[in-house]
């Protein structure tokens, strides 16, 4: 069992636990996800890594309610325990081995929009902790939905925050804000994009334009993250791969989006999903 340390509502619908499982802990990465199960008979959740503390050995977790189980999932308090904590799974981000001098020579920009922002914050922190300093660009609805704005700030070179309704930061999608600095002259090496999907595919259409390479995070679409269920095969240029097994980061400007997003939408439902099994 993997109790839980701490739950906390975050925002409308968001929900953070410190979960104690101290060998993911110990070997996970930025970018990298588990799969919790809450009993037996529990679906099987994946969720991207939030944070670790390899001491204490906990693993931190966000997550928005989307369907039965995460619903059922929000109401376990401090105290209560997973039945399975299975980690840590896919790939780390890209950067993780790169050659840190190299990195520090970049210019790197990280968007996140809305629960984004729980798997951009390890990517952001351990940037900070090998000295390099990035910008960051959150998006998110209101002031009232931005998650994990202190944390955020305290490891980001430059945080801007944007709202869609003008509440707080830049008023407007992520989007206005790339292109405000681009048009003041920053030049970005890469963007890492992690956030629902439509942002996902707006941020890799700009960044194309601009030439910015550019890596987005395809975890939204994962359903059972064993490389099983086939929800989350993807076109990436040519070939196919499978976000839970061979991602979930891929390098955003291959990504066919559309195709994702109606996978993902017919995934929602009972009937959808019977009518991939038939064409699989
Ligand atoms: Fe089921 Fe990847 S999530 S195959």
């Not at 890209?94 to 968007?111: M, R």
Request: proline share 4%; charged share 25%; net charge negative.
């Amino acid at each position: 069992m993997y109790k839980i340390l701490k739950a906390e509502k975050l925002a409308d619908m968001i929900y953070l636990m410190d979960v104690e499982a101290p060998r993911v802990a110990r070997h996970c990465e930025p970018g990298q996800f588990v799969i919790v199960k809450m009993d037996e008979k529990g679906e099987r959740i994946p969720l991207t890594i939030c944070d670790y503390d390899r001491e204490v050995g906990t693993i931190t977790i966000v997550f928005q309610t989307v369907g039965a189980s995460t619903h059922k999932m929000a109401e376990l308090k401090a105290g209560d325990a997973f039945r399975d904590f299975t980690g840590p799974l896919g790939c780390p981000s890209e950067f993780v081995g790169e050659d840190i001098e190299s990195l520090k020579n970049k210019k790197i920009l990280f968007v996140a929009g809305g629960v984004g922002a729980a798997p951009v914050y390890p990517q952001v922190k351990w940037m900070k902790e090998h000295g390099i300093d990035v910008d960051v660009i959150v998006g998110s609805k209101t002031k009232d939905m931005l998650i994990l704005e202190s944390e955020m700030r305290a490891v980001a070179g430059n945080y801007y925050p944007c709202t869609d309704d003008g509440t707080y930061g830049h008023a407007g999608m992520v989007t206005t804000k790339i292109e405000k600095l681009a048009e003041e002259g920053n030049k970005y090496d890469v963007c890492v994009a992690i956030g629902p999907m439509i942002m996902m595919k707006f941020v890799c259409l700009l960044t194309k334009k601009l030439n910015i390479p550019t890596i987005v995070s395809m975890n939204p679409i994962m359903v059972d993250g064993t490389g099983m269920c086939g929800a989350c095969r993807l076109h990436i240029g040519d070939e196919i791969k499978f976000a839970c097994v061979d991602g979930p980061e891929f390098d955003g400007h291959l990504v066919n989006f559309d195709e994702a997003m109606k996978r993902q939408q017919m995934y929602k439902t009972e009937e959808g999903r019977a009518m991939l099994k038939l064409q699989e």
